[in-house]
């Protein structure tokens, strides 16, 4: 009951009550949420840090910045949607708010498109190298099946594809990178699509900041040719993989194209079959049948397994130990 009271004494203030409404659309950084609600840092910064100590919003650092947004799966989530319901979405300063809210959209867009644009003639380059990207998303979504309902997690998210791809359905997405510039652009890309429940997170592949069996499903999505111990990648991630979860991998298979290691600091020349199984049944996973999607010149294969309910329960409870 007083956890309840404290949360409600913390919502209970104009200014707190802008705060919600604006951090359950997106995630803001301290200088975004100043420049919409037209009020100092350090006074926006003490609301922000009563919203946090309640419970009511989360905030997470990326580098120098520091992102705010309101909790996905929490008590205090379960008190911020009925709050924000009561709110009168005619409200001229709660309308002003949002007009504002839709101008950092549009810069954030702008930013992410300029990026998008520098780099888009790599990309496009290495696409041409493969099999359409649709035929590989199609067979992707074949792969993940009825687990894409649950938790996912995207490891290298990049531009956040594979979370628009798979979100809709998606209880919880979450995407990782350790590029600032990518997040940005996939933030651009999920606000685009309006989904609201998945986030991009600054991690590292091989030290994932989220407790073991948390996701349904993780995909390494073009990243493991990136990884300098790939194995070592596949390993952390199947930490994360709740029981019966299913683990993706997408990526090339051996290729001889010295030039996207030169050029694009591509670590491995793909991956055959072997390598691949070798190291999900390391990690005690039973692999599926492998995807092939023949290219010119470069082949995309899909490597998927499966985590034993049994010893994924058995992994989760050493790692929480």
């Known amino acids: ?63 120098t910045w520091v992102f705010y947004r309101t909790p996905h799966n929490s008590a205090g989530a379960d008190l911020v949607r009925p709050i924000l319901d009561l709110l009168p979405m005619d409200d ?65 998210t990049g531009t956040g594809r594979i979370l628009e791809l798979l979100g809709r359905t998606a209880e919880e997405g979450v995407g990782v990178d350790m590029s600032r510039e990518m997040l940005a652009v996939a933030r651009a890309r999920l606000q685009r699509a309006d989904l609201s429940n998945c986030l991009v ?9 989220y407790p073991g069996g948390m996701f349904d499903t993780v995909i390494l999505h073009q990243v493991l040719h990136f990884a300098e111990k790939p194995e070592a990648a596949i390993d952390e991630a199947s930490r994360v993989l709740a029981p019966g979860g299913r683990l993706v991998v997408v990526d090339f298979a051996s290729h001889d194209r010295e030039e996207l290691r030169e050029e694009h600091a591509h670590r491995r020349l793909g991956f055959d079959d072997t390598a691949i199984s070798t190291w999900f049944r390391a990690c005690e996973l039973a692999p599926d049948d492998v995807i092939s999607l023949p290219g ?26």
């Open 1 to 63: 009951m007083e956890q309840v009271l404290a949360r409600l004494r913390a919502a209970a203030e104009a200014t707190r009550l802008r705060l919600l409404a604006i951090c359950a659309e997106c995630e803001l950084t301290v200088s975004e949420i100043t420049q919409i609600i037209g009020q100092s840092q350090p006074r926006v910064s003490r609301h922000l840090k009563l919203l946090c100590e309640a419970g009511l919003l989360v905030r997470f650092r990326e580098g």
């Open 92 to 156: 001229e300063t709660l309308s002003l708010d949002r007009a504002r809210l839709d101008q950092v959209k549009v810069q954030r867009e702008q930013i992410a498109t300029e990026y998008f644009r520098a780099n888009a003639k790599d990309w496009d380059r290495i696409r041409s190298l493969h099999v359409d990207e649709a035929v590989v998303e199609k067979a992707l979504l074949d792969a993940v099946g009825n687990l894409a309902g649950g938790r996912i997690l995207d490891v290298g």
């Open 201 to 209: 997170r600054q991690a590292d592949m091989y030290q994932l900041p």
């Open 296 to 321: 010119k010149p470069l082949t995309v294969r899909i490597w998927s397994a499966k985590a034993d309910m049994e010893t994924a329960k058995q992994k989760t409870h050493k790692a929480a130990e």
